[in-house]
């Protein structure tokens, strides 16, 4: 084999061009997994970040549900009673209202209230018919029977009962004639500045 055509001052030059070459395709391999490692790690990030959402809502849903899970358990029901043997005649009425807690811990600041009337005339704690102030306490399993005072049939369209009262966490709530319960929270700008 005659190798006289190789200009051997160019070798270097020779050997140098394949090196780069070599350097240039192995930077392009390089490049090509890199770039592949990338959209897969995206990808992996994008599902990651999928499943901390879901974790998350979760999460809200379960405070969502301990934070409201003593509330739940207080039942309002309320009937109407007409007042045929009163002195105010056939068309007078009155409610009566039964508040049971069947959560495991006491609720406070219990009340009746009939937005169109006066406060309840009678607080009673079942069974035993004691009378109570109000608001009252009613411990779990206990029964309170809030008794209005004496109205006339024309004006139960103007009369919304409503259930008040605060639970063990110190929650205020209302429990509305339609079974809503709703946080009562208190009203922002009042006047007051939190600076």
Same mark, same amino acid.
């Given at each position: 084999?005659? =190798?006289?055509?190789?200009?051997?001052?160019? %070798?270097?030059?020779?050997?140098?061009?394949?090196?780069?070459?070599?350097?240039?395709?192995?930077?392009?391999?390089?490049?090509?997994?890199?770039?592949?490692?990338?959209?897969?790690?995206?990808?992996?990030?994008?599902?990651?970040?999928?499943? =901390?959402? =879901?974790?998350?809502?979760?999460?809200?849903?379960?405070?969502?549900?301990?934070?409201?899970?003593?509330?739940?358990?207080?039942?309002?029901?309320?009937? !109407?009673?007409? @007042?045929?043997? #009163?002195?105010?005649?056939?068309?007078?009425?009155?409610?009566? %209202?039964?508040?049971?807690?069947?959560?495991?811990? %006491?609720?406070?600041?219990?009340?009746?209230?009939?937005?169109?009337?006066?406060?309840?005339?009678?607080?009673?704690?079942?069974?035993?018919?004691?009378?109570?102030?109000?608001?009252?306490?009613?411990?779990?399993?206990?029964?309170?029977? #809030?008794?209005?005072?004496?109205?006339?049939?024309?004006? =139960?369209?103007?009369?919304?009962?409503?259930? !008040?009262?605060?639970?063990?966490?110190?929650?205020?709530?209302?429990?509305?004639?339609?079974?809503?319960?709703?946080?009562?929270?208190?009203?922002? @700008?009042? @006047?007051?500045?939190?600076?």
């Amino acid at each position: 084999m005659d =190798l006289d055509w190789i200009q051997w001052g160019d %070798a270097p030059t020779w050997f140098g061009s394949v090196a780069g070459a070599v350097a240039l395709g192995f930077t392009a391999f390089t490049v090509r997994q890199q770039t592949k490692q990338l959209a897969a790690q995206q990808k992996i990030n994008e599902e990651t970040l999928e499943n =901390l959402r =879901l974790e998350r809502k979760t999460l809200q849903s379960e405070v969502r549900d301990r934070h409201t899970a003593q509330a739940r358990q207080v039942k309002f029901t309320f009937e !109407l009673v007409p @007042g045929d043997d #009163f002195p105010d005649g056939p068309e007078s009425c009155w409610y009566v %209202a039964h508040v049971t807690n069947s959560s495991d811990e %006491a609720i406070i600041n219990l009340t009746v209230d009939y937005q169109g009337l006066e406060e309840p005339q009678a607080v009673r704690m079942k069974p035993d018919g004691g009378l109570m102030d109000q608001p009252c306490t009613a411990g779990p399993g206990h029964e309170v029977v #809030f008794s209005s005072q004496h109205t006339y049939m024309g004006r =139960l369209d103007q009369i919304y009962p409503r259930c !008040l009262f605060t639970d063990a966490a110190g929650v205020d709530w209302v429990l509305d004639q339609d079974g809503r319960l709703v946080e009562d929270t208190p009203p922002t @700008g009042s @006047g007051e500045s939190s600076e």
